[in-house]
């Protein structure tokens, strides 16, 4: 098996392995102490297995929001 992504906590690495498992792609997450949850992919869904990685990354930065901008004004928020 081939490592294909590496995942800080066990729930980032179990939401990749349900689109693979959706995608009939056979996986194995391992945890590794130094590492995190290594999840593993057969040589012949490697490629496919990518597709589905960087999907799911380009998908996660419609979430992302520019915090740092100079026009943030967060007295907006404040309790009144």
Known sequence: ???LSTFENEMEAQLLASQLREAGIDHKIEENKA??????VFEDDVEEAKEILEARASSDDDYLVDLGGDDLDLDEFADE
């Open 1 to 3: 098996m081939i490592l």
């Open 35 to 40: 590492d995190g949850f290594q999840l593993f």
